[in-house]
Structure formats: structure tokens, C-alpha cells
Nanobody
Framework: VQLQASGGGLVQTGDSLTLSCVAS????????MTWFRQAPGKEREFVGG?????????LFTESVEGRFAISRDNVKNTVLLQMNNLKREDTGVYYC?????????????????WGQGTLVTVSS
């Protein structure tokens, strides 16, 4: 199983950026797909996810609610994280992760597979 995250970069506050995660080697639509991030010097944290089994359920951490959106394409085995109105505190390495089943979990221990991460830097 491979999860390939991409799309990170250097942006300014208020900008938008879309991250992409392409999965292979798993039955994609049966997995909840989630993004985590790790800011410099901090623990990795939950950002948001979309449920598996075509539930369409999404869940976000409070700090990104209303600014970030997540979508998935079960044909292309891809999950996108659309980030709008970016803030400096959104800076970090963003990881995509897959958890078998419908539910989006906030705890990292529930995830079976992880991508390698893509760096997002938001400057003022």
C-alpha cells in the first residue's frame, strides 16, 4: 500500500492551496481518508477526514472548520484537501492516512497506512 501526498508549498496568509493524496494497493472506497499535520516542534494532529464506504461524512478539527474542505474520488483513488484563507498556524507537514471502514478517527493509532507528508509553509 502506498499513499502519495503532494501539493505543498510556500504561500502567504490568506492564500489557498490544495493538497492531493493518491492511494494504491488498497480497496480505496472502503477506507476513511484523513489528513494530519505536524507543525515545527509540535505533535502531529488531526486536521480532517472523509469517511469510507461512500458515507460522505466529513470531520474537521475546529481550527480549520469553515476554511478547509475535503473530497475524494473513488475512481482515481484520490483525496483532496482544499485549504482556504490559510494562516501562519497552518504551517506544517501534512500527512494523509487511511483507516479501514466508514468512520473518521481523530486518533492516529486507528490508521493503517500513512503517506510521506508534504510541507506547507504559510508566511505573512
Amino acid at each position: 500500500v502506498q499513499l502519495q501526498a503532494s501539493g505543498g508549498g510556500l504561500v502567504q496568509t490568506g492564500d489557498s492551496l490544495t493538497l492531493s493524496c493518491v492511494a494504491s494497493g488498497l480497496t480505496f472506497d472502503t477506507y476513511a481518508m484523513t489528513w494530519f499535520r505536524q507543525a515545527p516542534g509540535k505533535e502531529r494532529e488531526f486536521v480532517g477526514g472523509v469517511g469510507g464506504w461512500n458515507t460522505g461524512t466529513t470531520l474537521f478539527t475546529e481550527s480549520v472548520e469553515g476554511r478547509f474542505a475535503i473530497s475524494r474520488d473513488n475512481v482515481k483513488n484520490t483525496v483532496l484537501l482544499q485549504m482556504n484563507n490559510l494562516k501562519r498556524e497552518d504551517t506544517g507537514v501534512y500527512y494523509c492516512a487511511a483507516s479501514r471502514g466508514a468512520k473518521v478517527y481523530k486518533l492516529q493509532r486507528n490508521y493503517d497506512y500513512w503517506g510521506q507528508g508534504t510541507l506547507v509553509t504559510v508566511s505573512s
